[in-house]
């Protein structure tokens, strides 16, 4: 779960878990058939012509057999509306009437809060004179004339409100003033400037606006592009409490719902790029506001869709910026494509001269932004020996990043063909032999080790899913707390938590509580599957497991019984060497046992 749950309390999400129904939910949006226990439908993750998606009411969960997405109900609405799991439990809440209670607001945070509520309504207020004067003020007839050369329809005018600030130092203000708006605020909202005399006037002056949204749909500021000669040719709303270039995306509320239905996300780097594109039913795509992309850009985009295309100009600089963006699109695992524009071309340009479908083919071919990085890297390689230095050492620290194996390999490959020096050689220089070296292939290494499936630990809990009644027996037996690797300790742990009496597990519950999002996929998977064991089977392997588990700990009392033995010995012989050593071995044991309970307790309190 989000750190943002931390306004929700747990009794709330309990509330809402158990008035929620997965079936309805899932049934605006997917179009579900009953065929036997469960229902089945189309996937709306992945294209399919079958239906492999599956819904079950009295599991609560879904699982598709085709792209292997799962969960609970909060998964469901996540992944479909883009969400996070606060957004997606205020959702529910609304949805089944449930009063959230959320946790009071200190001072700061309710003057914050205040704060950003009144910049984002002077900015609407805003917004909505500029968009009036567009339409109806006569002195806007060169702005209209400027759109109409650009090719932007009513539509596209009024979907995203564009608007224009007229000639004059007073227009906003005044208008504002009308409005009782606190000029103070306008001031910090940065439609107004302030003079040292104290004077305000309008900032934005003969400038075609654009208003800018966050996701919530806010008004958080405006880009506004000069009429006439002025510079900047682009002007934006200074940095304010709601407005933050970096972290802020223009297009956002449209893209959306776009993103989810393309599982992509375009980006773009102007407003007229974008207003292009959508104009011709391309809506998928976002612009940051002329600023190069920031981490917090592509975390945006990862919010939006699983895959991203950078769309750049098709010159010199345009190549630079994309390939500048390439590591953070590594390190924040978010697969990026190059879609690369013909020379001296934006996409504006482009599907005004070419068309739509034109685009769509340039889409379709993209290449992953890594492939052509690697090319760039080698056009200048004259085959030498220092060039091949060069070329390796330009290329390893973005190499390593790379987070598929398989993509690895294959880059590795093809550096191998261009360079001419083998893979071997690659690898060494590379440091992608042995251990990984740094912080960020030590941190990954250890979460790849924590996932790795314990495979009696998996045909329990397996089993388990499909035979309740057995939880009871595993618990006493002290199984459950045996299961190795914390990820599923708190599965066994939650096993035995939601079980009530009379073979019913409460599935439902365990998933919203379930921290690892493998597992939950994994689980609902279980509980959609056919089941594969006999009752006779079931309770055979699970008795085996508790004669394994119960030798384990037999065979631990048993060294530790001998090593206390040898130990009395020692001390009897007075042989420090032997005895130090011998202890060293009986703290490692104990302490081995202790950090599987010590995890354990952890788990509980989380
Ligand atoms: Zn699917």
Redesign the pocket.
């Known amino acids: 779960m989000g750190s943002d749950v931390g306004r929700l309390t747990r009794e709330a999400i309990e509330e809402i878990r158990t008035a929620a129904n997965i079936v309805d939910v899932v049934g605006v949006h997917v179009s579900l058939r009953k065929r036997g226990k469960t229902y089945v439908g189309l996937?709306p993750?992945?294209a399919?012509k079958t239906p492999?998606?599956t819904v079950s009411d009295d599991r609560q969960a879904f699982y598709?057999f085709?792209?292997g997405?799962g969960g609970s109900v909060f998964d469901f609405l996540m992944r479909v509306r883009n969400l996070t799991f606060a957004e997606a439990a205020k959702e529910l809440a609304d949805r089944y009437g449930i009063h959230l209670p959320e946790a009071p607001e200190t001072p700061v945070q309710k003057r914050a809060r205040e704060l950003a509520d009144l910049l984002c309504e002077v900015n609407e207020a805003a917004a909505a004179y500029f968009h009036r004067v567009l339409l109806e003020d006569p002195a806007a007839g060169p702005a209209r004339d400027y759109l109409r050369r650009r090719d932007m329809g009513p539509e596209i005018i009024r979907e995203f409100r564009l608007g224009y600030a007229p000639a004059r130092w007073d227009g906003c203000r005044r208008q504002l003033l009308g409005k009782r708006i606190s000029l103070q605020v306008a001031v910090q909202a940065g439609l107004l400037a302030q003079k040292t005399e104290g004077e305000v006037y309008d900032r934005f002056r003969n400038r075609l606006m654009f208003p800018i949204r966050d996701l919530a749909g806010r008004v958080v500021g405006f880009g506004g592009r000069a009429l006439d000669e002025t510079l900047p040719k682009y002007l934006n709303s200074p940095e304010s409490p709601v407005f933050h270039k970096g972290r802020i995306l223009y297009g956002l509320p449209v893209a959306r719902e776009a993103c989810r239905k393309e599982g992509e996300v375009l980006v773009v780097e102007g407003y007229f790029d974008l207003l292009a594109l959508h104009g011709r039913g391309i809506r998928h795509v976002v612009a940051p506001l002329g600023t190069a992309l920031t981490v917090q850009h592509v975390r945006l985009l990862a919010r939006l869709a699983p895959r991203a295309v950078v769309v750049f100009d098709g010159d010199e600089a345009g190549m630079r910026a994309a390939l500048r963006s390439l590591e953070l699109f590594l390190r924040e695992k978010l697969p990026a494509r190059l879609l690369k524009l013909p020379d001296g071309m934006d996409p504006d340009d482009f599907v005004g001269q070419r068309g739509k479908d034109a685009f769509l083919q340039l889409l379709a071919e993209a290449r992953p932004l890594f492939e052509v990085f690697l090319e760039e890297s080698l056009v200048d390689y004259d085959g030498s020996i220092a060039g091949k230095v060069r070329s390796v050492r330009k290329v390893a620290p973005f190499l390593k990043l790379v987070d598929s194996r398989v993509e690895q390999e294959s880059y590795l490959q093809l550096l191998t063909r261009r360079l001419g020096v083998s893979e071997e050689v690659l690898r060494q220089e590379l440091g992608l032999v042995g251990a990984p070296e740094t912080e960020w292939g030590r941190r990954h290494a250890e979460k790849r080790d924590d996932t790795r499936v314990p495979a009696m630990e998996e045909v329990v809990a397996r089993i388990l899913i499909h035979y309740p009644s057995g939880i009871p027996l595993l618990a006493e037996a002290g199984i459950l707390d045996e299961f190795e690797g914390q990820e599923w300790r708190e599965l066994g742990r939650l096993l035995e938590k939601h079980y009530r009496t009379g073979g019913i597990l409460d599935l439902g519950g365990l998933l919203v509580e379930l921290t690892s999002e493998d597992l939950r996929r994994r689980v609902s998977s279980w509980s959609l599957e056919e089941n594969p064991w006999s009752e006779e089977n079931a309770s055979l392997r699970l008795r085996e497991y508790i004669e394994g588990i119960k030798g384990r700990k037999g065979r631990r009392l048993d060294d530790l019984r001998r090593l206390q033995h040898e130990i009395r010995i020692a001390e009897e012989k007075r042989d420090e060497a032997r005895l130090g050593e011998l202890l060293a071995r009986k703290a490692a044991l104990v302490a081995r046992r202790v950090r599987g309970k010590a995890n354990l307790t952890k788990g509980e309190m989380e």
Request: with cysteine; glycine share 10%; aromatic share 20%.
């Open positions: 996937c993750f992945h399919e492999s998606f598709c085709g792209c997405v």
